[in-house]
């Protein structure tokens, strides 16, 4: 299995434009997590789905950021318009049910100059 | 609220044995996971405890207490390559049990000498 994929693995951009941030999980996996790693904040959930349906979004930061699965092999998290704060390491993590093992792709290293 | 304390900073030596301990705070609890990641990379899946005690893997070993609400991980024979942040992290509950919701710590840099 190639893993989780994520691209793009890198992304700058400048203040205000818009960023989506795509993943596909692991084949038969059904959950599927968006963290986000700052040095300052650490390494902080953001949104997960069970089932291509969001579950627990407590995390996102304000209305800027939204994320999608329309499906079982793909998701996306945008966010618009992007700010300097938002720079960090984006990754998206999935796993099966009943399991306790996440499993992380590489990331994207997100910069909003 | 829901919180896991970690030691920032940990420095040993090769072929040493360090513990890098966990306490956690959190409105549900189903198990205790740990996280290895080298820099610039992925967290990485070492352990997880979901009852009381001792789980070994290799070199690491990883251990809970539910009632402490208190977790460490131990690493022995240290190698070079072991020099990584590593991170808890707990399991959520809720009404219907286990969730797949993981609580990450703040990281704890460990620091291998020759």
């Known amino acids: 299995d190639a893993g989780v994929i994520q691209s793009p693995r890198h992304e700058v951009t400048e203040m205000g434009q818009e960023v989506t941030l795509r993943c596909k999980p692991i084949s038969g996996h059904n959950s599927l997590f968006w963290y986000r790693q700052t040095m300052m904040r650490g390494l902080e959930l953001l949104i997960y789905?069970?089932?291509?349906?969001?579950?627990?979004d407590s995390g996102m930061p304000e209305d800027r950021f939204s994320a999608k699965m329309p499906n079982a092999s793909f998701s996306t998290l945008k966010i618009q318009p992007s700010e300097p704060r938002d720079s960090a390491v984006y990754f998206c993590?999935?796993?099966?049910?009943?399991?306790?093992?996440?499993?992380f792709g590489p990331g994207t290293r997100l910069t909003v100059t | 609220g829901q919180s896991l304390e970690q030691p920032s900073e940990v420095t040993a030596v090769e072929g040493a044995i360090v513990q890098i301990n966990c306490t956690y705070q959190?409105?549900?609890?189903?198990?205790l996971s740990w996280y290895q990641q080298h820099d610039g990379g992925a967290p990485t899946f070492l352990s997880y405890n979901g009852l009381d005690g001792l789980e070994e893997t290799g070199r690491f070993s990883s251990f809970l207490s539910r009632s402490d609400s208190y977790g460490y991980l131990l690493l022995q024979e240290l190698q070079m390559k072991d020099s990584a942040s590593y991170f808890c992290a707990v399991r959520g509950a809720d009404y219907g049990g286990a969730t797949n919701k993981l609580i990450f710590g703040t990281g704890t840099l460990l620091a291998v000498q020759p």
């Open positions: 789905f069970n089932n291509n349906v969001p579950i627990d």
């Open positions: 959190t409105s549900g609890f189903y198990g």
């Open positions: 993590a999935s796993t099966g049910t009943a399991d306790f093992e996440q499993y």
